[in-house]
């Protein structure tokens, strides 16, 4: 969600926020603020993008100051405009904070703090938030770490705070609880961002915040980090493997079409080390140290979001299938908030790109309480939901920067894919001949995926075909019904057509009635198991005038026969065709999104990381 950019060095704070609020975009976000101070406090905040904010800076002077603060605003409380947008003030103009997050119990405090005479203009939780610190400090006479920890005591809900004090202009004070926060530590410098994204061009030395620790950075070069006891902590600094090269488009126009493209080698780095096709073997550390446990599971549940709960679903049938283990599959947002029977004897797995989704760490914390062992399956280093499991395993598809999630799908698919293969094969519910034969197809796979996105012009042009529809309908059966989702989902969040996916059985129970020359229906056909069933369903389509798209096995002749248009994908065992049916459907949204001019890289209305409920 929003993003938070803090400095504090010898270096002029602007350009530096400035750039690291531009890195940061792709979390999604409607507003745009900063403010420096050099023995006078200056802010420029603006409704819309980080340039609008650069063009309200230009018609003033630029501001100077070696110490700032910058934030990207996605609205929750009060509607996106000038006023509501970050950075917001105290009364007496002296604090100056930003904030990622939700103070649940603002109201209360707020009606708290007008019988003390503070008026508000906004209508924001934040500026309830710096109100209160500025009250507590005036009671207390506390320094403005302390003052931020004694107020943080009496606020519920969730936040990522930077405090900068006009009367202490060496020092940034930085809170988190349940949204992520990041510190970066430089040669006589410190950065604080929401991710590592604006910290990696300037130091790769990082300590991630955890729940309820409050930093404090000085010029000087001291830090210290506390709890919101007041107990002192250790930091834990670790240095980032990430390169700025990383964050580029390169050649590509949009950073998801670079990241669509990227797939044949972050498949490859999700399986190094871990599937040798040469040895016949397949591997995941993070299961080692819990492989009785794991192997002896009673039931997996799911926790996942999104995107994320897709590849959910494509696990499910892996494992049930390759290990005889029952998988059930949750939306971690409806798994919180009720009931559910989570037993010791279960193993939770844990799907998200950033690590940081709220309500999939809602779920964790609910299941740990539960005593289940919980694995995490993330993309990013030292995020939230990597550091609460018990075991896990990282998918290495580096920086995924479009909002619309494509390669951390297919590395979680890949990650779940050697998991089921994994415990099939130690519980010996695969022969071994099959597991060395899905061995060598894993292994080929990027190679595959390949000669998929080789298809690219033949998808444009389809495209180009199907670009006016109002609504589209995808079919799928067995392993591609959770792809025919992914490729739904796809279509709606970039080119806002409406789009829904169903198992192709279920056409016949409801959605067959939408069908008529205007809806073009995506049928996902490569399933070996259930050809002849497929050929009926598109027979059916195409009876009521539906315009099919079918993406198919190379060689097929019927399916080609009958449908419109067909895209091919190279042959592979059932349980690894998602892993490639999948790529025309991310290739074909893409296509149609920028014909229709939109926004690919930031849908509308759409964040990155979820990290408020």
């Known amino acids: 969600m929003c ?128 109100h209160l610190i500025e009250e507590t400090q005036k009671r207390t006479g506390l320094p403005i770490e302390e003052a931020v920890r004694v107020a943080l005591t009496k606020v519920v809900g969730a936040y990522a705070i930077i405090v900068m004090d006009t009367d202490e202009p060496d020092k940034l004070v930085a809170a988190r609880k349940g949204s992520p926060l990041v510190l970066g530590i430089g040669e006589d410098e410190f950065f604080i961002a929401s991710d590592p994204t604006p910290i990696i061009e300037h130091t790769q030395k990082v300590v991630f915040l955890n729940d309820e620790e409050i930093a404090v950075v000085q010029r000087s070069g001291d830090f210290q980090i506390k709890d919101i006891d007041n107990r002192i902590q250790t930091p834990f600094i670790q240095e980032l493997d990430m390169k700025i090269a990383e964050l580029g488009k390169g050649d590509f126009d949009y950073y998801m079409q670079k990241e669509i493209y990227e797939q044949p080698k972050t498949i490859e780095d999700c399986m190094r080390g871990r599937v040798n096709a040469h040895e016949g073997w397949v591997m995941l550390s993070g299961i080692k140290e819990f492989s009785e446990r794991i192997s002896k599971a009673k039931r997996f549940i799911v926790a996942a979001c999104g995107t994320s709960w897709h590849a959910g679903l494509i696990g499910e049938y892996l494992i049930e299938e390759l290990a005889r283990i029952p998988v059930e599959v949750e939306y971690a947002s409806e798994l919180r908030y009720r009931n559910p029977i989570i037993n010791s004897d279960d193993v939770v797995i844990a799907l998200s790109q950033s690590g940081e989704t709220a309500d999939t760490l809602a779920a964790l914390g609910l299941a740990k309480e539960k005593g289940a062992l919980i694995y995490g399956v993330v993309n990013a280093v030292g995020s939230s939901i990597a550091r609460m499991t018990d075991a896990g395993s990282y998918i290495h598809a580096g920086p995924e920067i479009g909002v619309a999630s494509t390669k951390a799908f297919t590395g979680q698919v890949t990650l779940l894919t050697i998991m089921a293969m994994c415990l099939g094969y130690e519980r010996g519910t695969i022969p071994r001949s099959y597991y060395l034969q899905l061995i060598e197809e894993l292994a080929n796979i990027p190679s595959k995926v390949a000669r998929v996105l080789e298809n690219s012009k033949k998808i444009e042009y389809i495209a180009g075909e199907i670009k006016e529809a109002t609504n589209a309908l995808y079919l799928g059966r067995g392993y591609n019904f959770p792809v025919a989702l992914e490729g739904a989902l796809k279509l709606k969040e970039i080119s806002y057509i409406h789009a829904e996916g169903y198992p192709a059985a279920e056409m016949k129970h409801g959605p067959i009635a939408l069908i008529d020359e205007n809806m073009p229906v995506i049928v996902i056909a490569t399933n070996k198991s259930a050809y002849e069933k497929i050929v009926s369903n598109i027979q059916e389509v195409k009876a009521r005038k539906g315009v099919v798209i079918a993406v198919v096995t190379e060689g097929d002749k019927i399916i080609s026969d009958i449908a419109d248009y067909t895209i091919e994908i190279p042959d592979t065992d059932e349980p690894l065709t998602p892993l490639l049916s999948v790529i025309p459907l991310q290739l074909l949204s893409y296509y149609i999104a920028v014909m229709r001019g939109c926004n690919v890289d930031q849908p509308r209305n759409l964040a990155k990381s979820v990290t408020v409920e």
């Open 3 to 130: 993003g938070i950019v803090g400095y504090v060095g010898t270096k002029d704070a602007y350009p530096l926020i400035i750039k690291g609020l531009q890195l940061l975009e792709y979390r999604g976000y409607d507003s745009a603020g900063i403010a420096t101070y050099n023995g006078k406090l200056r802010v420029f905040k603006k409704k819309g993008k980080v340039k609008d904010l650069i063009n309200l800076v230009k018609e003033s002077s630029v501001p100077e100051g070696t110490i700032g603060i910058g934030h990207t605003r996605w609205a929750t409380h009060g509607l996106p405009n000038d006023i509501n947008a970050h950075p917001h003030l105290s009364g007496d103009g002296k604090l100056v904070l930003i904030h990622n997050g939700i103070i649940e119990n603002y109201n209360v405090l707020k009606e708290a703090l007008k019988k003390e005479g503070h008026e508000f203009i906004s209508e924001t939780d934040t500026e309830v938030l710096v």
